[in-house]
Nanobody
Framework: VQLVESGGGLVQIGGSLRLSCVVS????????IGWFRQAPGKEREGVGC????????DYVDSVKGRFTISSDAAKNTAYLQMNSLKPEDTATYYC????????????????????WGKGTPVTVSS
């Protein structure tokens, strides 16, 4: 099983980035994919998650209206589109999979993740 994130980098305040999470080794449609982040010196936090089955998504309050999660089941890939980036969005971003089927289930999709990627760093700077 592998989850591989990509798309991170350095971006200016107010800019955008799109992260990708390519999944292999499990059936995408039987899992939820969660996006998480961890800033230096802080605990990891959930950002949002998506059902691999029907594409429904959930977001934490701090990113609602700025971040969008989508997926392409044919490519076994989930995406995190991040707009209007702020310095506080600076972190390493991880995707993770948990076996849940059906519409997105909160808070289940943020806990007891079965598999994790290694992360991709995002730095928001002026």
């Amino acid at each position: 099983v592998q989850l591989v994130e990509s798309g991170g980098g350095l971006v200016q305040i107010g800019g955008s980035l799109r992260l990708s999470c390519v999944v292999s080794g499990f059936s995408f449609d039987l899992y939820h994919i969660g996006w998480f982040r961890q800033a230096p010196g802080k605990e990891r936090e959930g950002v949002g998650c998506i059902s691999g089955g029907d594409g429904s998504a959930d977001y934490v309050d701090s990113v609602k209206g700025r971040f969008t999660i989508s997926s392409d089941a044919a490519k076994n890939t989930a995406y995190l589109q991040m707009n209007s980036l702020k310095p506080e969005d600076t972190a390493t971003y991880y995707c993770a999979g948990v076996r849940l089927h059906g519409p997105v289930r909160r808070p289940d999709c943020y806990f007891n993740m079965d598999y994790w990627g290694k992360g991709t760093p995002v730095t928001v700077s002026s």
